[in-house]
């Protein structure tokens, strides 16, 4: 079953490229297997894996703060090659995510690769760019198809789950492919580290942490519930879409998180090229947290 939303509601018009979403049907999760899907390949497969035969520069990308490169592989597809401290944790959030149901960017993780006339780099992030996919633009937080949906408040909570720290409209992004317009959060990168220290204007950007197993084991989940309402632990950019989710909203979550495997999530740091004692340590605190969720909301998993 898709989530949909009729295309009549997704015709809107993204404020930062300046586009019209295309007739189709608005998609942000749907129910999958979760059983049956491979965390380590992710959404793209193995089918979609880069051909590292040969490796080709295009341009660089100037969007962003991180070093981008456009690239070509030797099967002629293209990629953003993203450099730096954000592509693993980047990698193992597409894949959580996906684990979830929802629609993601298809990415992979190379350990080492080099750019002709650009070096060598480690750890970098290949996302596809393939043909039959249009980048339509961003969507907004507040203002989507999906608004009072559990899938899109899902999504939020995944945002403190993940410790992302970046939320932001400008990382969110509309593909157009097969009919769907696919409502998903491009930039994953300032995730699976810690949030700021506290909830001051400004001052919240200190202590912030990208892609830290020792920091991001420390963070907490959920903060409390209170008059029906789980409140959860962010700080972080826009603070006023996490104040506070209903019972039945942070169930819907959990009935999609806690059937995950271990092995699931290994697979999913695994992916980012994290080694043996990260991937456990990541493992272990992603599995606290959907704890501290069920303990939240309570161990009724046939409510849905």
């Known amino acids: 079953m898709l989530s949909l939303v009729s295309a009549g509601q997704a015709q809107k018009k993204s404020k930062s490229a300046a586009k019209v979403v295309p007739p189709g049907r608005a998609v942000m999760w749907e129910s999958v297997d979760q059983s049956s899907l491979d965390l380590f390949e992710g959404p793209g497969g193995s089918a979609m894996r880069p051909d590292l035969s040969s490796v080709k520069l295009i341009k660089e990308e100037k969007k962003g703060h991180n070093k981008k490169y456009r690239i070509s592989d030797g099967s002629g597809n ?22 979830l149901g929802y629609k993601t960017e298809v990415n992979y993780l190379v350990p080492t690769l080099t750019i002709p006339g650009k070096g060598t780099f480690k ?50 992004e509309i593909l157009h492919t097969g009919g769907e317009n696919q409502y998903i959060v491009s930039d994953l990168g300032s995730t699976f580290g810690r949030l700021g220290n506290n909830n001051l204007p400004v001052i919240y950007r200190f202590g912030r942490k990208v ?18 309402q789980v409140r959860l632990a962010y700080k972080g950019k826009n603070r006023k879409m996490f104040k506070g989710f209903t019972i039945a909203e942070a169930r819907w979550l959990l009935n999609r998180l806690s059937p995950l495997s271990d092995q699931q999530i290994r697979d999913a740091f695994r992916a980012a090229n994290y080694s043996p004692a990260d991937i456990e340590t990541y493992t272990q605190t992603v599995r606290r947290k959907i704890d501290e969720l069920e303990r939240a909301v309570g161990s009724n998993l046939a409510v849905r």
Do not use: C
Request: proline fraction near 4%.
């Open 211 to 228: 892609g830290s197993p020792k920091h991001y084991t420390r963070t907490k989940f959920v903060k409390e519930v209170e008059r029906g």
């Open 78 to 99: 293209i990629w953003i090659a993203k450099l730096g401290r954000e592509a693993q944790p980047e990698t193992a959030a597409v894949r959580l995510l996906y684990g």
């Open 123 to 172: 750890n970098v992030r290949l996302e596809a760019r393939p043909d039959n996919v249009k980048r339509v633009g961003e969507w907004k937080w507040a203002s989507n198809p999906f608004v009072g949906t559990n899938e899109l408040q899902g999504l939020k909570m995944m945002m403190v789950f993940m410790s992302n720290w970046d939320v932001l409209d400008l990382q969110n």
